[in-house]
């Protein structure tokens, strides 16, 4: 037990493995003593049957929450123990279905007595404890039954990560990332326009200079992310050369770079902030709805890409 102590919560699996292994050891001897010849991992199969009822292995894997290979196996282990009986669809000859066979039902009827024994002793034992095992299980079945353990773990390591992001102002030190980071996305899906050069190239003249603004994300120190805003002669701002590295994604950075100009064009009192992309960039565009941005008929767009504009509007 001292392992499980140092080694604390990440050993769950292995400690419930642990438990289950001990428990199965031990009902074993329990099928002993009452002279039943029934292996424990058989025990949820067998329980599900009836005498009268036929049933699918799909229908009972479904039912105890096993795979349909081990229900399969399962099965075919209790047909040859004769506890069982096999036959193939009437409607669908593909589908084998089963039921207890008269010598199950023997077994079944001599079990009853075991299971009212182990159900008191459970009973008895859980009064001994100062949690309840049962609804606890149940509890933690119907938790990782709405969201999985691995979702949990992918949902911690992104926190993780994402807090060692920062989000900070670029300055001209930054060109040549602010450069690659867009051209590398640009470049894989479609081709570099005139406009990109010189945004890209002179984000002083063509951003900075014209009342914009770049943002640039850090990860660990190296630059894997930029956007800026670019003033509309509406007084809205248009957001532009959103970028993320590959070697970075899945650390929430679209959203962190994308909030933090949104937050800018607010503060410099825009009324809207509005975007040109492309339907193909999935992502992005899944990215931009969870901004609030709303597609928009807007004017014809000087980048041959774009065949889609959105928009987020602030309210008054």
């Known amino acids: 037990m001292d392992f499980y102590t140092r080694t604390g919560k990440m050993a769950l699996g292995s400690r419930l493995r642990r438990l289950s292994e001990s428990m199965t050891e031990q ?15 058989w025990f949820p199969v067998f329980y599900s049957l009836s ?29 040859a ?22 010598a199950g039902q023997v077994v079944r009827e001599k079990m009853q007595a075991q ?53 900070v102002d670029y300055t001209p030190d930054m060109q040549p990332a602010f450069r690659q980071l867009n051209e590398e996305w640009i470049t894989k899906y479609f081709r570099m326009e005139k406009s990109d050069y010189k945004a890209l ?30 003033p509309m002669d509406d007084g809205g701002f248009e957001l532009a050369k959103m970028a993320v ?7 929430g950075i679209g959203y962190l770079i994308g909030q ?3 937050e800018k064009a607010r503060a410099l009192g825009a009324r809207r902030v509005y975007l040109e992309s492309n339907t193909t960039l999935k992502p992005a565009i899944n990215l931009y709805h969870k901004l609030g941005f709303r597609k928009v008929a807007g004017p014809p767009s000087p980048y041959e890409r774009c065949n889609i504009q959105m928009e987020l509007a602030f309210s008054a």
């Open 115 to 167: 299971l009212d024994d182990v159900t008191s002793a459970i009973e008895r034992a859980m009064k001994e404890t100062h949690h309840d095992l049962w609804r606890a299980i149940g509890e933690w079945e119907f938790l990782l039954e709405q969201k999985s353990l691995l979702r949990r773990v992918q949902e911690e390591k992104k926190a993780r990560e994402s807090s060692q992001v920062k989000i």
């Open 51 to 79: 005498p009268t009822e036929e049933k699918s292995i799909t229908d009972i894997a479904r039912e105890i929450g096993h795979t349909h290979p081990s229900v399969s196996q399962t099965v075919r282990e209790l047909a």
């Open 245 to 251: 590295s590959p070697r970075a994604q899945g650390l």
């Open 201 to 230: 190239d002179h984000p002083g003249e063509y951003i900075l200079d014209k009342g914009g603004h770049i943002f640039m994300a850090l990860y660990k120190g190296e630059a894997v992310g930029a956007c800026a805003i670019i």
């Open 27 to 41: 009902a074993a001897g329990i099928y002993d003593l009452y002279q039943v010849d029934l292996q424990p991992r």
């Open 81 to 102: 123990k004769g506890y069982i009986i096999e036959k193939k669809g009437e409607v669908d000859g593909r589908k084998n279905f089963v039921l207890l066979s008269p």
């Open 260 to 262: 933090a100009c949104i």
